[in-house]
């Protein structure tokens, strides 16, 4: 299992305010997770498959576990008005919210199509 590249403050609306800056210098891909979930255990071998094989520059990884940092992950969507979903990615830059998708939507072709769509 990959760990985030940044960690974020638990209240929600600094985490959206981390977030935004961050993604104004690279994209950044929030990855929202529990280990209790078999849809949620595929969809991180799918992320981990885009890692491996996208010959992009690949995003900054934010990951959030919903279980333990249910207040952040319910909140973040929540400042975003999205409705809470596990798995969840959201993928941020140049200091906005691009996409954002779930469950069966987080293939590695899912992944790879949002990072190209940035470049256009």
Request: glycine letters at 6%.
């Amino acid at each position: 299992m990959r760990t985030s590249d940044h960690v974020l403050p638990a209240d929600p609306a600094a985490a959206l305010t981390t977030l935004r800056d961050l993604s104004k210098d690279r994209a950044v891909l929030v990855f929202k997770r529990s280990g209790r979930c078999g849809i949620s255990h595929w969809a991180e071998s799918e992320l981990e498959q885009f890692l491996q094989s996208y010959k992009g520059t690949l995003p900054e990884l934010v990951f959030i576990d919903v279980l333990k940092e249910r207040s952040l992950a319910r909140g973040l969507t929540a400042e975003l008005d999205l409705t809470h979903q596990s798995p969840q990615a959201l993928l941020f830059a140049d200091g906005e919210l691009k996409w954002a998708q779930s469950h069966h939507g987080l293939d590695s072709d899912g992944f790879s199509e949002a990072m190209d769509n940035l470049a256009r």
